[in-house]
């Protein structure tokens, strides 16, 4: 038996934070999660890594996590590897960042999605991270996609 779920791939090391509970918020051009609301969603970790640094600075900072925090988190990340579905999390509402935000909610908004840049953006709640019990084999894609879980592999 297996489950179909929309399926969206992310770069690490978000992947990895956004199963371990850390990025609760996910930032994009356009509202592409908005339609899965109240949906659970696979979680694909790409192969490619993240291009920028700027997650370390809110981890260090706005998390004040140390080198060695921000380490072990990342390692927590790649447990499984690259090129698989790992999880599941639950899909929030949507809605678009303004381009101007009091100081201390737009730090808040930066620290759930471990981004900075967020205005204009459109942003989505993401909730319930769960990782699979194992990897499962994907090539990913871009925007969102189907994939079949095998039911032994759901948490």
Not at 95 to 102: M, T, V
Not at 120 to 135: A, D, E, I, M, V
Request: hydrophobic share 45%; aromatic share 8%.
């Amino acid at each position: 038996m297996t489950v179909q779920l929309w399926c969206l791939s992310f770069r690490q090391p978000y992947a990895g934070l956004v199963l371990d509970g850390v990025k609760t918020v996910e930032s994009r051009w356009r509202p592409l999660l908005a339609p899965l609301e109240n949906c659970t969603l696979a979680v694909h970790i790409a192969r490619r890594d993240w291009d920028g640094e700027e997650w370390r600075a809110v981890l260090g900072g706005a998390w004040g996590l140390s080198a060695a925090g921000v380490q072990e988190l990342l390692e927590s990340g790649e447990r499984f590897s690259r090129g698989v579905v790992a999880g599941l999390v639950d899909v929030g509402g949507t809605w678009q960042c303004p381009a101007s935000l009091p100081e201390v909610e737009l730090a808040e908004l930066q620290r759930s999605a471990v981004l900075i840049g967020l205005e204009q953006k459109h942003l989505t709640r993401l909730s319930n991270p769960r990782w699979l019990k194992g990897p499962l084999k994907a090539p990913g894609g871009r925007d969102l996609w189907t994939v079949e879980i095998p039911a032994e592999l759901l948490p």
